[in-house]
């Protein structure tokens, strides 16, 4: 069973320190070196369990200062060698899970990496592999793709397909679970170059990933699935592929109120991005999104999700029939409201685009003046604003003075001075 108290290992270490663990951690700084030595491939096989054994619970329980210390015995190439096909599967579990917590220390990672770690742990994703040797491996390789620059090795080492091939949208167990999710965060810490997307996509990602979305995995899942689809989408012709495989339903089912805050903003922002394809627009708004990232603008959401909900309507605003759509759900007075001192300046500006966006429908920069949007976009204007706030506030008001009377009441406020909304 992996470790539930301990995140820093899905290893199957178990986090309570029992009397043993206890009475390991005066040996932990006196006899490392004593433990990496019995690694060595001249050791006894009962000898090299027990030194690995230890080591890698040393590892589950220690804090950084036991990790630097491990890693400076020399510990990372014979744990290296240990992930190799001459050993057990228990011993590449063992060696897996040791390097899994060392390599969350950034120079250690550098250090597992040179040592020649990736293409082992790559192949141990493969079916020849137990599941638990199968999850340990993908655990290690998150950890490690943490630092930018290996998580390129480890793309390059013939990852991706084998990663792909983990993400099951219907786990049996705990452990297969946490084997999809850890596989899925993988996947995504690579999807930051055009490259690697296309990579990803090509491997035949996007239907799994899709299927993550719905209520057979964990939140934690779901929201990562939602994420690494977002990266995805922003290459064009992929982000058709990720539609077409039926993200859109997927996606607005996580908008809901039975949805955590996390997991609201990644969906918000994923139809965001996929919404920038026309296509894709209709197929979103189609699939009901509109409603339920309205009703996101409200008090009860978090920032974040009003910030990626206002910024999903601004997309799907630039549709005439979204626009009236989206002002008929209700969203005119939210997003005024959202301009305000209360905001943050990138959701104020959010906000005023979407507004702006509305505003070239006659009937909507009515609603948008009787809201009282124009002393609050008058304030966007001020020099206490970013420029692209106060570009995006000058954008609506330019569009809501294509009307005469509002453009009359820009003038004067404006004029006037407009005291702090």
């Not at 993200?247 to 607005?252: C, E, F, I, K, W």
Request: net charge neutral.
């Amino acid at each position: 069973m992996p470790c539930q108290a301990c995140k820093r290992c899905a290893s199957g270490l178990k986090r309570a320190r029992t009397a043993r663990q206890l009475a390991m951690l005066p040996l932990a700084r006196r006899d490392v070196r004593k433990l990496v030595r019995k690694l060595g491939a001249n050791a006894p096989p009962s000898q090299q369990r027990a030194a690995l054994q230890d080591i890698a619970q040393l590892c589950c329980n220690g804090g950084d200062v036991s990790l630097v210390a491990i890693a400076a015995a020399g510990a990372v190439p014979p744990l290296v060698q240990l992930l190799g096909p001459a050993s057990t599967a228990d011993v590449q579990r063992l060696a897996g899970a040791a390097l899994g917590i060392l390599a969350m220390i950034d120079d250690i990672a550098a250090s597992i990496t040179a040592a020649g770690a990736i293409p082992p742990l790559v192949q141990l994703l493969g079916p020849a592999s137990t599941s638990l040797v199968q999850m340990t491996a993908v655990t290690t390789l998150m950890n490690l793709a943490l630092v930018a620059e290996i998580a390129t090795t480890i793309a390059a080492a013939g990852a991706i397909p084998p990663l792909v091939q983990l993400l099951r949208s219907e786990c049996d167990d705990h452990l297969q679970a946490v084997t999809t999710h850890n596989a899925a965060t993988t996947l995504g810490l690579f999807a930051w170059s055009t490259d690697t997307k296309a990579a990803i996509a090509a491997a035949g990602a996007i239907p799994p990933l899709v299927q993550l979305l719905g209520p057979g995995s964990t939140s934690d899942t779901q929201s990562t699935a939602a994420e690494v689809l977002m990266r995805l989408a922003e290459v064009s012709a992929t982000a058709s592929d990720i539609v077409a495989a039926g993200a859109g339903p997927a996606l607005v089912q996580l908008l809901g109120p039975g949805s955590t805050a996390v997991m609201q903003a990644k969906a918000a922002g994923a139809l965001a991005i996929l919404a920038k394809n026309h296509a894709n627009m209709a197929t979103i708004a189609a699939a009901g999104a509109i409603p339920p990232l309205v009703q996101l603008l409200g008090p009860a959401s978090t920032d974040e999700v009003h910030h990626k909900a206002a910024g999903a309507l601004l997309i799907l605003a630039s549709s005439k029939a979204n626009a009236v759509t989206i002002a008929a759900a209700g969203a005119i007075p939210p997003l005024v409201h959202l301009m305000g001192p209360g905001s943050h300046g990138n959701l104020q500006g959010t906000a005023a685009g979407a507004l702006g966006i509305l505003a070239y429908n006659a009937d909507n920069a009515v609603a948008i003046a009787a809201a009282g949007a124009i002393p609050r976009l008058v304030q966007l204007l001020g020099p206490g604003f970013s420029a692209y706030v106060q570009g995006v506030a000058g954008a609506a008001l330019g569009a809501l003075s294509e009307n005469a009377e509002i453009r009359a009441t820009i003038a004067a406020a404006r004029g006037l001075g407009v005291a702090p909304c």
